[in-house]
Antibody, heavy 125, light 106 residues
Framework: EVRLEESGGGLEQPGRSLRLSCAAS????????MHWVRQAPGKGLEWVSG????????GYADSVKDRFTISRDNAKNSLYLEMNSLRPEDTALYYC??????????????????WGQGTMVTVPS | DIQMTQSPSSLSASVGDRVTITCRAS??????LNWYQQKPGKAPHLLIY???SLQSGVPSRFSGSGFGTDFTLTIDGLQPEDFATYYC????????FGGGTKVEVK
């Protein structure tokens, strides 16, 4: 069974840091781009960041650029999101998603065909 | 960044209806447009990718069309399980979502 399981969320104060992890199983992790997508309570979806299969191409939404860093460890079948300088507007459920194109050099021109259940990040104002 | 505008933001429909949701990009995105369905308390799931390709396992009553800046998701014969929120997503450069369309019971 293809599965993504996020962890690392929680309550953190503004200006502090948090690291999210996503454990993948049931597919060849190294073959696919991966993404983080978030959803603030009662709001729509926001793409946060994406990384191609080998990590040499990464992209970020303007709202998190220069604060968040996406990375992956293909040997551990894991995706990460390092979140620095947290703000109240970062409060959201963070989903890990799998790209659908096998060994694509890019993280875009793609779709998220598998989603985790999400991990909640809360940054109080 | 490319902005995605969905319309309407909500609609009311009955079982059996034909439902159409539109999505407009702020610049041309070729065919790099995906559609997702999300039910309350659940993660989204992929319905349509690359504008018109049906994801495996998705019922054929769902279809997508469009190219460039204007795209459409059509549900032909709405079923009870289709009441949900639908999002478009462009993947032409970086990625971004539309604001969502909530399909409610009339």
């Amino acid at each position: 069974e293809v599965r993504l399981e996020e962890s690392g969320g929680g309550l953190e104060q503004p200006g502090r840091s948090l690291r999210l992890s996503c454990a993948a199983s049931g597919f060849t992790f190294e073959g696919y781009a991966m993404h983080w997508v978030r959803q603030a309570p009662g709001k729509g979806l926001e793409w946060v960041s994406g990384i191609n299969w080998n990590g040499d191409r990464r992209g970020y939404a303007d709202s998190v650029k220069d604060r968040f860093t996406i990375s992956r460890d293909n040997a551990k079948n894991s995706l990460y999101l390092e979140m620095n300088s947290l703000r109240p507007e970062d409060t959201a459920l963070y989903y890990c998603t799998k790209g659908s194109r096998y060994y694509s050099s890019y993280f875009n021109n793609d779709a998220s065909d598998v989603w985790g259940q999400g991990t909640m990040v809360t940054v109080p104002s | 960044d490319i902005q995605m505008t969905q319309s309407p933001s909500s609609l009311s429909a009955s079982v059996g209806d034909r439902v159409t949701i539109t999505c407009r990009a702020s610049q041309s995105i070729d065919i790099y447009l995906n559609w997702y369905q999300q039910k309350p308390g659940k993660a989204p799931h992929l319905l349509i990718y690359a504008a018109f390709s049906l994801q495996s396992g998705v019922p054929s009553r769902f279809s997508g069309s469009g190219f460039g800046t204007d795209f459409t998701l059509t549900i032909d014969g709405l079923q009870p399980e289709d009441f949900a929120t639908y999002y478009c997503q462009q993947s032409y450069t970086n990625l971004s979502f539309g604001g969502g369309t909530k399909v409610e019971v009339k």
